[in-house]
């Protein structure tokens, strides 16, 4: 059988890499979705499963302070603000704003992945 997400790629209908390297999409496959054959193809990103914290290496702990954002933390421990969500991970946060939201919480650093 014929992958149709592929089909989709390669007719140029989807990009081959829909998501920059360091988006937490980025690998996750996609599917296609079509819900009646006179309804155009939906495609859609695959859910994404977030790893178990415990399984993270920690590189450092890091206390919040008044002007801390996680794209901030992201910035500043792995020198991309677009790489928070690494962090939002290793605390098993869904919405970021959370790693931040208190002030002198402690938020877990993982190690770069790879070390």
């Not at 296609?32 to 859609?44: H, K």
């Not at 890091?62 to 991309?80: E, M, T, W, Y």
Request: glycine content about 6%.
């Amino acid at each position: 059988m014929t992958d149709p997400v592929q089909l989709l790629i390669d007719a140029g209908a989807i990009p081959s890499a829909p998501f920059v390297p360091q988006s937490r999409y980025n690998g996750v496959p996609l599917s296609v979705l079509q819900l009646r054959p006179d309804t155009p193809r939906q495609v859609y990103v695959l859910r994404r499963f977030i790893p178990t914290p415990s399984t993270l290496a920690i590189a450092e702990r890091h206390a919040v302070s008044a002007l801390d954002r996680p794209d901030l933390l992201g910035a500043k421990h792995f020198g991309d603000p677009l790489l928070y969500w690494r962090i939002a991970d290793a605390n098993a946060v869904v919405d970021p704003n959370e790693l931040t939201d208190t002030l002198g919480r402690r938020v877990d650093i993982p190690l770069p992945p790879g070390m």
